[in-house]
């Protein structure tokens, strides 16, 4: 095993629920679809109706994963073919997990391992590097550190901290072009590139509130949420844009495929100790300011995401892809 410690270089959600219908109920796609734009597919986690799905620009939606209680987490690889899903097989004295990746056509296996946590920890969860060739294991354990494993199971490199700091609960480590890592730690963004045994500093983030940070597909632009709004900047930290404002909270954002469109999470609000959900809104990537408020006029240009035949946008309380 390689192990190496990174040096850096209710009454308010039913009003909520009727304001948006009312409000935004229609796409700006016409009557059975959305822009010819807008390409890919959305994949979302809503309560107990499992991983759906909707596609783009026809607005169709289906269920893509049934509910499953054992499910960690799901990924879909960059150019659409195949799914990872994580599943815990936990059992008495047990803490396997199981990766599994199929191509999504055919539903055929590629590559199936068991991955059992140093911790103990029956909930890690794994994401594909564009290539496909490698999965990153995300775990709320430090025992798991930041594990990179090839696609059919095999140990790469396990880093347990950065600068000799225990790595945070809520760092998030996303996939960038070439396998690199962006990697969020305390107010740092770092870049993390193979073979993983150095880092750049990126960005230090000096806002008290701030997270939900993606990566566009072509590695050098990012989307992040600081306090209630979601704002862009190029990759080196530069060029900082607020592009949502309302007078709720915007989270959770997700560049189109293409990178040109911001799917985001309106709406955010907390239904438990744990539990969060969102209405989907997608808007143009220009740099520009969009109101996506679920009561005040919307600024032209955002799309709710509404399914052909249906009314209501689209809500999410778990993962969400665009692909």
Not at 3 to 30: E, F, H, Q, R, V
Not at 244 to 271: I, M, W
């Amino acid at each position: 095993m390689k192990k190496t410690n990174l040096l850096l270089i209710a009454i308010y959600l039913m009003l909520l629920t009727a304001c948006s219908k009312d409000n935004n109920s229609k796409p700006d796609g016409g009557e059975n679809g959305y822009p010819s734009a807008l390409k890919g597919t959305i994949y979302y986690d809503w309560a107990t109706e499992g991983i759906l799905k909707v596609s783009l620009p026809d607005a169709v939606g289906s269920t893509f994963i049934p509910d499953n209680s054992k499910l960690n987490n799901f990924d879909i690889s960059r150019d659409g073919k195949y799914k990872l899903t994580v599943v815990n097989e936990q059992t008495l004295g047990k803490y396997p997990i199981r990766f599994t990746l199929s191509d999504i056509a055919n539903g055929g296996i590629v590559e199936e391992f068991v991955y059992h946590s140093p911790g103990l920890n029956a909930y890690c969860k794994g994401y594909l590097s564009p290539d496909n060739s490698h999965i990153v294991v995300l775990s709320n354990d430090k025992a798991d550190g930041i594990t990179i494993l090839k696609r059919n199971g095999d140990l790469v490199v396990r880093i347990y901290n950065i600068n000799g700091e225990e790595l945070g609960f809520n760092d998030q480590r996303l996939w960038l072009p070439g396998n690199a890592l962006l990697i969020t730690h305390k107010n740092y963004i770092i870049r993390l590139a193979p073979p993983y045994t150095s880092g750049t500093l990126l960005k230090e983030m000096k806002y008290e509130d701030w997270g939900d940070v993606a990566v566009n597909p072509a590695g050098n632009q990012l989307a992040v949420r600081i306090t209630n709004h979601v704002y862009t900047m190029d990759m080196d930290g530069s060029n900082l844009k607020q592009v949502t404002t309302s007078n709720f909270k915007e989270a959770v954002p997700e560049f189109s495929p293409d990178g040109k469109h911001l799917l985001v999470g309106t709406e955010y609000r907390q239904t438990g100790p744990f539990g969060w959900m969102w209405s989907l809104k997608i808007i143009p990537n220009d740099g520009k300011e969009y109101n996506v408020d679920p009561i005040a006029p919307n600024t032209a240009g955002v799309i709710p995401v509404v399914l052909k035949g249906k009314e209501k946008i689209e809500t999410a309380g778990g993962q969400m892809i665009w692909r």
